[in-house]
């Protein structure tokens, strides 16, 4: 026994060591790790750089499917297989299908599948994970250094920036701008008296290279941003149906309308990363600045792609950054209407009825046997089988007979009824604000049939009672008078409903 046994010392290096390798082993139960270590990693990232190339961020599943057809030859290679002894997770055997393939690199991580409402199928993109990967391999393949002058630079400038805008001391800043003041000021004496210097164009190629591959490495934020929010959402829903005191103060701050989404750490760094986006002051400035780099000589050096992603480079984040905000828009209406509708009780009481089943379930795991047969008899579903031969064919052409209209009673809505329904039912004003000055905007004045004709309601019912709410609020009331309007909900039924007539004549408010 050594001298660190018997005294039962331990070294801390192993210590850091030890943890290190504990935390590497998490993360090798991660999909980027996962795929980069997989058997046939080079050719399931060389088919999904293929099947995603650039523009193509998202695809039905039809062409999807269709894309990875063309490359079966590659994941079917028997001798590979054979050379290896088996197949990986991400590896199906030889004889599965494209489709086959896909669902396991939705299982496996490499894959996000999105259900959208408003698509007719569901879409699929490459994940976060298989971002990384790419990026990680197509850098070892490029050979391009990262410890570039040009990016030693970037970090100065930005610690110098830091260092000036956080310092608290009035006659140290001072001096800092006099000394910047006095440089411009030798820089204009300078190229008054003819002197230009410009810097070398494999310095100016680099420093443009450089700021072009951190513009690229944003496509991948995007994709993570999603991931993150969805997590918050989760931890709030968890956090809702905790039994620990938490979950009072969580409640509080949901239905006092507060944004916890918006308000987590990932919420507030894309919040400032999209308001400086949209900024049409700094968007024009920007615009400016690729434009003029454009036209620069040492640009004519850069690929066909590299120009076109510099031309395009802030264009191209407006999209995915968008489809950021509406799932966060999303998220945070489904957590309202989740805290809203008291659902999360009976969420709750479905989980102390499951924690209770299981306490029990291991209060007896150690005196009732496995093989105990209990007492208990279970209806399994069945399926009706019938021969195809027997099913009637649908033809398309024959109407059939139309479904007989349901009518319900009128009854008569006070504006505090429908101020408390837009209240609890999340209904988009601002949307419906909007569509109805553009419809008063074109015609002179607007009754909610004219909005409704104009601009379905893309919230069924709750875009009726909003319209309600706002002619209560800004339009006129026509004594006597009645319309019909008409809408049809999110699961496709039409309806129709009997409201007085009301008339926007001057536009609604903003906000």
């Known amino acids: 026994m050594t001298t660190a046994e018997q005294t039962g010392w331990q070294d801390p290096a192993q210590d850091a060591v030890r943890a290190r390798k504990e935390s590497y082993e998490q993360l090798r139960r991660l999909s980027t790790w996962r795929l980069l270590s997989a058997t046939k990693a080079p050719a399931v990232l060389s088919i999904l750089q293929a099947v995603f190339p650039g523009g193509d961020r998202r695809l039905p599943r039809s062409e999807l499917v269709a894309r990875v057809t063309t490359h079966l030859d590659l994941l079917r290679d028997d001798r590979e297989e054979r050379e290896d002894g088996g197949e990986d997770a991400d590896a199906p055997r030889g004889g599965r299908s494209a489709a086959e393939y896909c669902d396991a690199w939705v299982r496996e991580g490499y894959l996000t599948r999105r ?12 994940s976060p994970a298989t971002i990384e990967a790419i990026g990680f391999i197509v850098s070892l393949e490029e050979h391009r250094p990262t410890t570039t002058e040009s990016r030693l630079q970037l970090v100065v400038q930005q610690f110098d920036r830091l260092v000036e805008e956080t310092e608290a001391d009035r006659d140290v800043r001072l001096a800092s701008l006099q000394a910047r003041r006095a440089r411009i000021e030798r820089e204009i004496q300078e190229l008054s008296e003819g002197d230009l210097m410009l810097p070398s164009s494999e310095s100016s190629l680099d420093r443009l290279r450089d700021v072009l591959q951190i ?8 994709l993570q941003y999603r991931e993150d929010l969805r997590a918050v959402d989760l931890h709030l829903r968890e956090q809702i149906l905790a039994p ?18 918006g308000q987590s750490s990932v919420g507030r760094t894309f919040t ?18 690729v434009d003029r780099l454009l036209e620069r000589d040492f640009a004519q050096r850069l690929t066909r792609a590299e120009r076109e992603a510099l031309a395009n480079v802030f264009s191209d984040l407006y999209e995915p950054a968008q489809e950021v905000l509406d799932v966060k828009t999303e998220l945070y209406r489904s957590l309202a209407r989740f805290v809203r509708s008291q659902d999360f ?15 029990e379930a291991l209060a007896q795991k150690d005196t009732v046997s496995t093989r105990t047969p209990f007492a208990l008899g279970l209806d399994l579903s069945r399926a009706r089988l019938a021969s195809v031969s027997q099913q009637q064919l649908k033809d398309p052409t024959d109407p059939g007979a139309p479904a007989e209209a349901e009518v319900h009673e009128a009854t008569t809505l006070s504006v505090e009824v429908l101020a408390d329904l837009v209240r609890t039912n999340d209904i988009d004003l601002v949307e419906l604000t909007g569509r109805v000055n553009d419809v008063r905007g074109t015609q002179g004045q607007a009754s909610i049939g004219d909005v409704l004709r104009a601009h379905p309601a893309s919230q069924g019912l709750a875009s009726v009672i909003g319209l309600m709410f706002l ?41």
């Open 345 to 359: 009780r009976q969420h709750r009481v479905l989980l102390d009825l499951l924690q209770e089943a299981q306490h």
């Open 215 to 222: 513009a690229a490495e944003l496509s991948g934020d995007f």
């Open 244 to 261: 620990d005191g938490s979950r009072g103060e969580v409640l509080e701050q949901l239905l006092a309308g507060d944004d916890l989404l």
């Open 471 to 511: 002619a209560t609020q800004y339009a006129q009331l026509r004594e006597g008078a009645t319309e019909l309007v008409r809408w049809r909900e999110l699961d496709g039924t039409d309806y129709a409903a009997t409201v007085p007539s009301f008339f926007f004549l001057e536009d609604v408010p903003a906000g």
């Open 115 to 126: 259900d959208d409402p408003q698509e007719v199928e569901t879409t699929f993109e490459p």
């Open 272 to 289: 400032a990363f999209f308001r400086m986006l949209n900024d049409p002051g700094r968007n024009r400035t920007a615009q400016s600045l």
